[in-house]
C-alpha cells in the first residue's frame, strides 16, 4: 500500500524529555511537511523540506528539529526547549514538480501528551 | 501572509439535504486549493483539488467551485448522509506550503 505512516501513534513525554516522532512515505514525493493542530487553532506548519538533506522553518519552529537525510523519512524532534508541546503532529507529502497538481496527502497523526 | 477563512465554523442538517461550505482567501495569486477531510482523531483525506486555471472539480457527490479574483471557494455535499459528519477543512497553495483555514464541522443527523 502507498501511503504516508507515523509513529507512535500516541506519545508521552515528561517534563525535560526529547521525544522523535517519526514519519515514513513510500509515495515517492520529493515535499514533506510537519504541522500541529491544536484545539480552535487550525493547522500551524513547523518544519518543511522540499529536497533531501534541506529543510526550512515554518511559522511555527523554536522547540522542533527535523532532518531529512533520505526521501521516504522525515523524523520531528521535540525538544525539552517546546514549552507547550501537547497537540496532534501530522505529518504531509506531496511532489514537487507541476505546483498547480501538487495534491497533498497526510498521514494518520501522532497525539503527544506532556506528563 | 495568505489568510484563509471558512465559513460557517459549524453547521447541522438533517440527512438528504444539500449543502454549501464557504472558503475565503486574501491573495489570489495562487497555484491551487484543495479541500480536505478530519475524522475525530484523525489525519486529514483529499477531497478535491482544483488548480489555479480550474473553476470547478466534481467527485462523486461533492463538487468544488473556484473564483481566484474574488478569492472564494466552496465546496458543495449533494444529499448528504450521517457518514459525511467530519470537519472540512480549505487549504490554499500560494508558496511554500499550504495555508488551512479552520474548518467547517458538519454534522448530519438521521
Known amino acids: 500500500d502507498g501511503g504516508i505512516t507515523q509513529s507512535p501513534k500516541y506519545l508521552f513525554r515528561k517534563e525535560g524529555q526529547n521525544v522523535t516522532l517519526s514519519c515514513e512515505q513510500n509515495l515517492n514525493h520529493d515535499a514533506m511537511y510537519w504541522y500541529r493542530q491544536d484545539p480552535g487553532q487550525g493547522l500551524r506548519l513547523i518544519y518543511y523540506?522540499?529536497?533531501?538533506?534541506?529543510?526550512q522553518k515554518g511559522d511555527i519552529a523554536e522547540g522542533y528539529s527535523v532532518s531529512r537525510e533520505k526521501k521516504e523519512s522525515f523524523p520531528l524532534t521535540v525538544t525539552s526547549a517546546q514549552k507547550n508541546p501537547t497537540a496532534f503532529y501530522l505529518c504531509?507529502?506531496?511532489?514537487?514538480?507541476?505546483?498547480?497538481?501538487?495534491?497533498?496527502?497526510f498521514g494518520p497523526g501522532t497525539r503527544l501528551t506532556v506528563l | 501572509k495568505q489568510e484563509v477563512t471558512q465559513i460557517p465554523a459549524a453547521l447541522s442538517v438533517p440527512e438528504g439535504e444539500n449543502l454549501v461550505l464557504n472558503c475565503s482567501f486574501t491573495d489570489s495569486a495562487i497555484y491551487n486549493l484543495q479541500w480536505f477531510r478530519q475524522d475525530p482523531g484523525k489525519g486529514l483525506t483529499s477531497l478535491l483539488l482544483i488548480q489555479s486555471s480550474q473553476r470547478e472539480q466534481t467527485s462523486g457527490r461533492l463538487n468544488a467551485s473556484l473564483d481566484k479574483s474574488s478569492g472564494r471557494s466552496t465546496l458543495y455535499i449533494a444529499a448528504s448522509q450521517p457518514g459525511d459528519s467530519a470537519t472540512y477543512l480549505c487549504a490554499v497553495d500560494s508558496g511554500y506550503a499550504l495555508n488551512f483555514g479552520k474548518g467547517t464541522s458538519l454534522l448530519v443527523t438521521p
Open positions: 504531509a507529502s506531496r511532489p514537487y514538480r507541476d505546483r498547480s497538481r501538487n495534491e497533498q496527502f
Open positions: 523540506s522540499q529536497i533531501v538533506n534541506d529543510f
